[in-house]
């Protein structure tokens, strides 16, 4: 009797474990312990700018990249979408975005597979444009919180070790990624519930005719990713650089569609849009603005500096593909209208049509309004109804 009842109890009991751990299970899964719920306790802010080519986006990043609380890399999905020439974005979004979610996490085993054997920090991307990878820990030549030229980096850094990237990732409050590889935010909802994450996105639109512009004049070096984009269209005929600015259009309202969609509720408080545009015409409130979001404070020597590489000072060189340009920023925001035709500048309109408008672009209908410079050309985002206020 006394051996039925303790085999009853022991069978009860074990039930009990076995539901409870179901039913964790399950509120586990259903993000039952979410964002602002109960375990959220990331020591860092994880801030993804989010772009597309020539976008302006790596003038934005160098504003996140200098700064001494920063630690920031420049599109890591690059090394992916480099060693996967022949697929697609949609196939490579998942990938890219367990990329992403590693290096936020300082765990940079995730490049073995991209990186030669022995790699050195310089087998990265870009890494002389992040000022994390031009100071100690990485390179002892300067001072963290200096403001570093991407050229006197790249001449007296490159032999770093490639581990000690991960070591000076773990000594920042703060990791800033740039990527022009999302084409929607769908693909990084898990990044938004993962509760050793706390992410700031940063979604960065510029006017496509600009965009078109400046990509006319780069089109070589983004050709392997414009296939990609495209899916292996394979021609190099005139309709590839319209049928580009079309996908990149797309994803500009396709992320902004997702951030802002209301039934969706995941991002919140963590997006916020800049138009290139608002950037330039007042770039340091609009610093500020970002650092806040961000929860980085404005270090004493920015207001300079931010002046400077907005209004043609010497803090880098001009002109090359992929350089921070310092020339004057609002100028050059404004060249398409004196450089594109206007039977492309309607061609892009007509590709671009809902991005022009959901982001306060307006479309030209003459070649005379295109040229007539005091007519301005954005609108301001308010009337557009978005939730742009953060
Ligand atoms: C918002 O998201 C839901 C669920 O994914 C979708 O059905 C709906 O179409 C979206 N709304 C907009 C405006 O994109
Ligand atoms: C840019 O600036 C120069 C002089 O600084 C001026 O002549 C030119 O018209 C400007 N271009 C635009 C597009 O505003
Ligand atoms: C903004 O949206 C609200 C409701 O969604 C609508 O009533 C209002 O007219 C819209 N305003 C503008 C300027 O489009």
């Avoid at 991960?166 to 990044?191: G, M, N, Q, W």
């Avoid at 590709?351 to 070649?367: I, L």
């Amino acid at each position: 009797m006394i051996k039925w009842y303790i085999i009853k109890a022991t069978f009860l009991a074990l039930l009990m474990v076995q539901m409870l751990t179901m039913v964790s299970l399950y509120l586990r899964h259903n993000n039952f312990f979410s964002t602002d719920t109960l375990t959220k306790n990331p020591s860092k802010v994880h801030i993804l700018i989010v772009s597309s080519w020539r976008s302006g986006s790596s003038f934005l990043g160098q504003v996140f990249s200098q700064h001494p609380d920063v630690f920031y890399l420049m599109e890591p999905v690059w090394h992916l979408w480099m060693n996967m020439k022949r697929s697609n974005a949609k196939v490579l979004q998942m990938a890219a975005r367990d990329l992403i979610r590693s290096v936020f996490q300082c765990d940079m085993s995730v490049y073995d597979a991209y990186l030669p054997e022995k790699p050195k920090a310089s087998d990265l991307f870009m890494w002389h444009v992040s000022r994390a990878l031009c100071s100690p820990p990485v390179c002892d030549l300067f001072e963290r919180t200096q403001i570093i030229k991407e050229d006197d980096c790249k001449t007296l850094c490159k032999r770093s070790q490639f581990n000690k990237v991960a070591e000076a990732c773990h000594t920042y409050s703060h990791i800033a990624l740039k990527e022009v590889r999302l084409f929607d935010l769908k693909s990084i909802y898990p990044l938004v519930h993962d509760s050793s994450l706390n992410l700031k996105i940063i979604h960065l639109v510029r006017d496509p005719r600009a965009v078109f512009r400046s990509r006319h004049e780069s089109s070589g070096i983004l050709s392997i990713d414009t296939d990609i984009i495209l899916n292996g269209y394979g021609k190099t005929d005139e309709e590839v650089e319209y049928k580009a600015m079309k996908e990149i259009c797309n994803s500009y309202v396709n992320i902004y569609k997702d951030a802002t969609n209301s039934s969706l509720n995941v991002f919140k408080n963590c997006y916020m849009l800049v138009r290139y545009e608002d950037l330039v015409r007042d770039p340091l409130e609009k610093v500020k603005e970002m650092y806040r979001f961000a929860q980085l404070d404005f270090p004493p020597n920015f207001e300079e500096w931010i002046y400077a590489i907005t209004h043609g000072k010497d803090f880098g060189k001009n002109g090359m593909a992929f350089k921070t340009t310092s020339r004057n920023a609002l100028n050059v925001s404004q060249a398409w209208r004196n450089s594109l035709s206007f039977q492309a500048v309607s061609k892009v309109q007509d590709n671009c049509k809902e991005a022009m408008s959901v982001f306060g672009y307006k479309p030209v209908k003459s070649d005379r309004v295109q040229k007539l410079m005091s007519m301005d050309l954005l609108l301001p985002m308010e009337s557009n109804n978005g939730s742009l206020k953060t």
